[in-house]
Nanobody, 120 residues
Framework: VQLQASGGGLVQVGGSLRLSCAASGRSTYALGWFRQAPGKDREFVGSITWSGGYPNYADSVKGRFTISRDNAKATVYLQMNSLKPEDTAVYYC????????????????WGRGTLVTVSS
């Protein structure tokens, strides 16, 4: 499985960005987004299943971020609104092969990250 994330950039507080993750290769169960801020551990942001499109979000982004998928394009999107400085991080997309909790160790394939910087 190959994952290509894109869409990162510099945005002001309160602004919006949309990240994309294009997947190729074998089919997977779900795709998730994680992020890692400087000096901090990687954390879960959200995920969505390919079948049924069931989303799951970290509490820190609920109500601000929305995950969607386009099965025909094998692409998952992360719409980020009302961005805060603490959202600054490298964002990674990852693919999970089976049902399970959204811990990073349950994800089998990882893409290269895309940097999101929220300036105040």
């Amino acid at each position: 499985v190959q994952l290509q994330a894109s869409g990162g950039g510099l945005v002001q507080v309160g602004g919006s960005l949309r990240l994309s993750c294009a997947a190729s290769g074998r089919s997977t169960y779900a795709l998730g987004w994680f992020r890692q801020a400087p000096g901090k551990d990687r954390e879960f942001v959200g995920s969505i299943t390919w079948s049924g499109g069931y989303p799951n979000y970290a509490d820190s982004v609920k109500g601000r971020f929305t995950i969607s998928r386009d099965n025909a394009k094998a692409t998952v999107y992360l719409q980020m609104n009302s961005l805060k400085p603490e959202d600054t991080a490298v964002y990674y997309c990852a693919a999970r092969l089976t049902y399970g909790y959204d811990y990073d160790f349950n994800y089998h394939y990882w893409g290269r990250g895309t940097l999101v910087t929220v300036s105040s």
